[in-house]
């Protein structure tokens, strides 16, 4: 069955770039849309943007200026990079696939998601 | 401040119905579906409810969702201890081109 593993740093500097990548297995990156999502330890969830396995993205407003996603399908890869990390950008980091281009599930309805790595901010 | 509003809490006796509210506006749910989570402690979230109403496969009938307006909502039936845990409901937004969560519900089996 398809499964997805985040990976990256665990610690990362103020004013530094965070960059996590979800490496997908058992199955097809292409034709599905891909997000990352994000929990602070005891809050909630909140998006931070996804991208199509052809490339096509979309980011949250609040995190737009700081954020780039990318996929290497030839790796079965995505990436996530968040510039100019504060402490408010400590938080546990997922990956969810959502729905397949024409498929029958929505493309924000997270069907699979990464087990999550925890990503602090501090010097 | 979460875009969608759902109680911080709720709470029901095993074999009890209990159900949770999801409260958005006409960008969010009023223009779109609205999808379900529910997220044990210590583990990433579990999708459960899609397309308002819609099961994955391998989710109890015990779940249902339904929405009307700019409000859903999650019941669950027959309660069980392995029922708790975080609850969240998530819609896209046109508005701000963005999925949006609630703020979570944390259910409690008494």
């Known amino acids: 069955q398809v499964q997805l593993q985040e990976s990256g740093p665990g610690l990362v500097k103020p004013s530094e770039t965070l960059s996590l990548t979800c490496t997908v297995s058992g199955g097809s990156i292409s034709s599905y849309y891909w997000s990352w999502v994000r929990q602070p330890a005891g809050k909630g969830l909140e998006w931070i943007g996804r991208?199509?396995?052809?490339?096509?993205?979309n980011y949250n407003p609040s995190l737009k200026s700081r954020v780039t996603m990318s996929v290497d399908t030839s790796k079965s890869q995505l990436s996530l990079s968040l510039s100019s990390v504060t402490a408010a950008d400590t938080a546990v980091y997922y990956c969810?696939?959502?729905?397949?281009?024409?498929?029958?599930?929505?493309?924000?309805?997270?069907?699979?998601w990464g087990q999550g790595t925890m990503v602090t901010v501090s010097s | 401040q979460s875009v969608l509003t759902q109680p911080p809490s709720a709470s029901g006796t095993p074999g009890q119905r209990v159900t949770i509210s999801c409260s958005g506006s006409?960008?969010?749910?009023?223009?779109?579906?609205v999808n379900w989570y529910q997220q044990l402690p210590g583990t990433a979230p579990k999708l459960l409810i899609y397309y308002n109403n819609q099961r994955p496969s391998g989710v109890p009938d015990r779940f249902s969702g339904s929405k009307s307006g700019t409000s859903a909502s999650l019941a669950i039936s027959g309660l069980q201890s392995e029922d708790e845990a975080d609850y969240y409901c998530a819609a896209w937004d046109d508005s701000l081109n963005a999925v949006v969560f609630g703020g979570g519900t944390k259910l409690t089996v008494l």
């Open positions: 969810a696939r959502g729905g397949a281009h024409g498929g029958s599930r929505p493309r924000n309805a997270f069907d699979i």
């Open positions: 991208l199509y396995s052809s490339g096509g993205t």
């Open positions: 006409s960008s969010d749910i009023g223009s779109n579906t």
